[in-house]
């Protein structure tokens, strides 16, 4: 019987320890800028940050955040 693997996509979402991981910033200044990203985008403080979002906001490459992203 073959082995099957499950393909996982990639996330569409991206955490305040994502952004320590690819800013080296600290966690405090992580959050910061997930607010200001909810704010600049219309959104509600419990609201998720897209990937594509977090990119725009910093002008930063998508292929290249998405690396950091991948387990």
């Given at each position: 019987?073959?082995?099957?693997?499950?393909?996982?996509?990639?996330?569409?979402?991206?955490?305040?320890?994502?952004?320590?991981?690819?800013?080296?910033?600290?966690?405090?200044?992580?959050?910061?800028?997930?607010?200001?990203?909810?704010?600049?985008?219309?959104?509600?403080?419990?609201?998720?940050?897209?990937?594509?979002?977090?990119?725009?906001?910093?002008?930063?490459?998508?292929a290249e955040v998405?690396?950091?992203?991948?387990?």
């Open positions: 019987m073959p082995i099957t693997h499950r393909l996982v996509p990639p996330r569409m979402v991206i955490f305040a320890r994502d952004i320590q991981n690819i800013t080296g910033r600290s966690e405090r200044t992580a959050r910061l800028l997930l607010q200001r990203i909810r704010k600049a985008n219309g959104k509600k403080a419990g609201q998720f940050v897209s990937v594509a979002e977090f990119c725009q906001y910093t002008a930063l490459p998508e998405r690396v950091y992203l991948e387990y």
